[in-house]
């Protein structure tokens, strides 16, 4: 049972262009999401988090935005650059992660290429 | 800076066989994890550890063995390998002022015939 989705296994996106990918949960438990970037034969490496006290974050070119009603998130990458080609997984916590939380649960991830 | 490790980069075992995947950090994080990444699956967590001599099971543990004796090192035991267990392996920690972050290990690729 997935309890964190990334439906969309790849996206194309042209270089400038805003990337958006969508992540959607299940446990209504989850209070802390974070995003994780992956390029290949490297391990995943920290993006982006926010807590479910908010409905935006931003850092730079990256935001995410959460929908606590619909259970869905989602990464905004504005303007999209190829080195932004990766695979990008979505990640949830219950109990505050940023607190001590043990456990985060990651999504299939999703295949991002930037077109020059 | 190193940062988490892992040894060895690729292995092929046969079914039965068994071996030790390598994990050590030198960030003195009390936080270490095994996650094994399959295609379409994602990231599902196998076993993790909150300090020296502590272990818990993650989503996934059957088969695998950990042991937590140092802050250092966290390695993965597969006792009897099975095709099942062909997968990427990541060890990842976290700890200190960027308690959110998790750090990953590069990977080891797992091959089981």
Same mark, same amino acid.
């Not at chain 1, 995410?64 to 999209?80: D, E, G, Q, R």
């Not at chain 1, 109990?95 to 939380?101: D, K, P, R, Y």
């Given at each position: 049972?997935?309890?964190?989705?990334?439906?969309? @296994?790849?996206?194309?996106?042209?270089?400038?262009? /805003?990337?958006?990918? &969508?992540? =959607?949960?299940?446990?209504?438990? %989850?209070?802390?999401?974070?995003?994780?970037?992956?390029?290949?034969?490297?391990? @995943?490496?920290?993006?982006?988090?926010?807590?479910? /006290?908010?409905?935006? &974050?931003? =850092?730079?070119?990256?935001?995410? %935005?959460?929908?606590?009603?619909?259970?869905?998130?989602?990464?905004?990458?504005? @303007?999209?650059?190829?080195?932004?080609?990766?695979?990008?997984?979505?990640?949830?916590?219950?109990?505050?992660?940023?607190?001590?939380?043990?456990?985060?649960?990651?999504?299939?991830?999703?295949?991002?290429?930037?077109?020059? | 800076?190193?940062?988490?490790?892992?040894?060895?980069?690729?292995?092929?075992?046969?079914?039965?066989?068994?071996?030790?995947?390598?994990?050590?950090?030198?960030?003195?994080?009390?936080?270490?994890?095994?996650?094994?990444?399959?295609?379409?699956?994602?990231?599902?967590?196998?076993?993790?550890?909150?300090?020296?001599?502590?272990?818990?099971?993650?989503?996934?543990?059957?088969?695998?063995?950990?042991?937590?004796?140092?802050?250092?090192?966290?390695?993965?035991?597969?006792?009897?390998?099975?095709?099942?267990?062909?997968?990427?392996?990541?060890?990842?920690?976290?700890?200190?002022?960027?308690?959110?972050?998790?750090?990953?290990?590069?990977?080891?690729?797992?091959?089981?015939?």
């Amino acid at each position: 049972d997935q309890q964190v989705k990334q439906n969309s @296994p790849s996206l194309s996106v042209q270089e400038g262009r /805003i990337s958006i990918l &969508n992540c =959607d949960y299940t446990n209504s438990m %989850f209070d802390y999401f974070l995003w994780y970037k992956k390029y290949p034969a490297e391990g @995943p490496t920290f993006l982006i988090s926010i807590s479910s /006290i908010k409905d935006k &974050n931003e =850092d730079g070119r990256f935001t995410v %935005f959460l929908n606590k009603s619909a259970k869905h998130l989602s990464l905004h990458i504005v @303007p999209s650059q190829p080195g932004d080609s990766a695979v990008y997984f979505c990640a949830a916590s219950a109990l505050s992660w940023a607190q001590g939380a043990q456990k985060l649960v990651f999504g299939q991830g999703t295949r991002l290429t930037i077109n020059p | 800076n190193a940062g988490v490790t892992q040894t060895p980069k690729f292995q092929v075992l046969k079914t039965g066989q068994s071996m030790t995947l390598q994990c050590a950090q030198d960030m003195n994080h009390e936080y270490m994890s095994w996650y094994r990444q399959d295609p379409g699956m994602g990231l599902r967590l196998i076993h993790y550890s909150v300090g020296a001599g502590i272990t818990d099971q993650g989503e996934v543990p059957n088969g695998y063995n950990v042991s937590r004796s140092t802050t250092e090192d966290f390695p993965l035991r597969l006792l009897s390998a099975a095709p099942s267990q062909t997968s990427v392996y990541f060890c990842a920690s976290r700890g200190g002022s960027s308690n959110e972050k998790l750090f990953f290990g590069s990977g080891t690729q797992l091959s089981v015939l």
